[in-house]
Protein backbone atom coordinates (compact mmCIF):
# COMPACT_ATOMS: atom_id res chain seq x y z
CA UNK A 1 0.00 0.00 0.00
CA UNK A 2 1.65 3.83 -1.01
CA UNK A 3 0.82 6.38 1.65
CA UNK A 4 2.33 9.65 1.34
CA UNK A 5 1.59 12.04 4.29
CA UNK A 6 2.48 15.62 4.50
CA UNK A 7 3.26 17.93 7.67
CA UNK A 8 4.77 20.64 8.45
CA UNK A 9 3.59 23.62 6.25
CA UNK A 10 2.30 27.21 7.30
CA UNK A 11 2.73 30.78 7.15
CA UNK A 12 5.62 32.28 7.76
CA UNK A 13 7.67 35.85 6.92
CA UNK A 14 10.12 36.19 3.97
CA UNK A 15 13.36 35.03 5.03
CA UNK A 16 12.63 32.76 7.52
CA UNK A 17 12.42 28.63 7.43
CA UNK A 18 10.41 25.15 7.13
CA UNK A 19 10.76 22.23 7.26
CA UNK A 20 8.55 19.61 5.67
CA UNK A 21 7.63 15.70 6.37
CA UNK A 22 6.50 13.02 4.26
CA UNK A 23 5.85 10.03 6.54
CA UNK A 24 5.75 7.51 3.84
CA UNK A 25 4.70 3.46 3.73
CA UNK A 26 6.98 1.25 3.79
CA UNK A 27 6.32 0.09 -0.10
CA UNK A 28 5.97 4.10 -1.01
CA UNK A 29 9.91 4.41 1.06
CA UNK A 30 10.40 1.74 -1.05
CA UNK A 31 10.11 3.56 -4.49
CA UNK A 32 13.33 4.01 -6.64
CA UNK A 33 12.55 7.88 -6.19
CA UNK A 34 10.82 10.30 -3.76
CA UNK A 35 10.30 13.44 -4.32
CA UNK A 36 8.84 17.39 -3.33
CA UNK A 37 6.72 19.06 -6.14
CA UNK A 38 4.61 22.25 -5.65
CA UNK A 39 1.50 23.99 -7.13
CA UNK A 40 0.48 27.40 -6.76
CA UNK A 41 -3.05 28.90 -7.63
CA UNK A 42 -3.72 29.08 -10.73
CA UNK A 43 0.22 27.76 -11.91
CA UNK A 44 1.10 24.15 -12.89
CA UNK A 45 2.35 21.86 -10.56
CA UNK A 46 6.15 22.22 -10.87
CA UNK A 47 9.35 19.98 -9.32
CA UNK A 48 10.92 21.02 -6.29
CA UNK A 49 13.50 18.43 -5.50
CA UNK A 50 14.18 15.12 -5.64
CA UNK A 51 16.26 11.99 -3.86
CA UNK A 52 16.76 8.59 -5.14
CA UNK A 53 17.52 5.34 -2.74
CA UNK A 54 21.23 6.19 -3.18
CA UNK A 55 20.58 9.15 -1.80
CA UNK A 56 21.48 11.33 -5.50
CA UNK A 57 19.30 14.40 -4.73
CA UNK A 58 17.84 16.91 -7.49
CA UNK A 59 16.88 20.54 -7.05
CA UNK A 60 14.85 22.83 -9.43
CA UNK A 61 16.74 26.24 -10.39
CA UNK A 62 14.50 28.50 -8.56
CA UNK A 63 15.49 26.58 -4.79
CA UNK A 64 18.64 25.51 -5.49
CA UNK A 65 21.04 26.58 -2.22
CA UNK A 66 18.04 27.30 -0.40
CA UNK A 67 16.27 23.81 -0.06
CA UNK A 68 17.27 20.81 1.11
CA UNK A 69 15.66 17.40 0.80
CA UNK A 70 16.66 14.49 2.58
CA UNK A 71 14.92 11.43 4.12
CA UNK A 72 15.44 9.36 7.21
CA UNK A 73 15.38 5.40 6.24
CA UNK A 74 14.85 4.63 10.20
CA UNK A 75 11.58 6.49 10.44
CA UNK A 76 10.22 5.97 6.48
CA UNK A 77 10.39 10.16 6.46
CA UNK A 78 11.27 12.27 3.68
CA UNK A 79 12.23 15.77 4.91
CA UNK A 80 12.15 19.52 2.66
CA UNK A 81 14.16 21.58 4.69
CA UNK A 82 13.47 25.53 3.38
CA UNK A 83 15.65 28.02 4.20
CA UNK A 84 15.50 31.43 3.03
CA UNK A 85 11.98 31.60 1.96
CA UNK A 86 10.65 34.07 -0.72
CA UNK A 87 6.84 35.60 -1.28
CA UNK A 88 7.22 33.27 -4.80
CA UNK A 89 7.41 29.84 -2.48
CA UNK A 90 4.22 30.20 -1.59
CA UNK A 91 1.85 26.93 -2.99
CA UNK A 92 0.59 24.19 -1.91
CA UNK A 93 3.62 21.28 -1.26
CA UNK A 94 2.99 17.88 -2.53
CA UNK A 95 5.38 14.52 -1.32
CA UNK A 96 5.60 12.17 -4.93
CA UNK A 97 7.30 8.71 -5.12
CA UNK A 98 7.66 6.83 -8.51
CA UNK A 99 8.61 3.06 -8.90
CA UNK A 100 11.28 2.10 -10.67
CA UNK A 101 10.07 1.25 -14.06
CA UNK A 102 6.79 2.91 -13.98
CA UNK A 103 5.38 6.23 -15.24
CA UNK A 104 2.62 6.19 -12.09
CA UNK A 105 3.04 8.79 -10.14
CA UNK A 106 1.60 8.58 -6.23
CA UNK A 107 0.90 11.80 -4.28
CA UNK A 108 0.35 12.86 -0.75
CA UNK A 109 -2.40 15.25 -0.32
CA UNK A 110 -0.65 18.35 -0.02
CA UNK A 111 1.08 21.02 2.72
CA UNK A 112 -0.10 24.41 2.60
CA UNK A 113 2.93 27.08 2.87
CA UNK A 114 2.46 30.84 2.67
CA UNK A 115 5.61 33.00 2.54
CA UNK A 116 4.34 36.87 3.62
CA UNK A 117 6.27 39.53 2.09
Known amino acids: QVQLVESGGGLVQAGGSLRLSCAAS????????MGWYRQAPGKERELVAT???????NYSDSVKGRFTISRDNARNTLYLLMDSLKPEDTAVYLC???????????WGQGTQVTVSS
Open 96 to 106: NCRFHGSRIDY
Open 51 to 57: IGRRDRT
Open 26 to 33: PTAFSAET
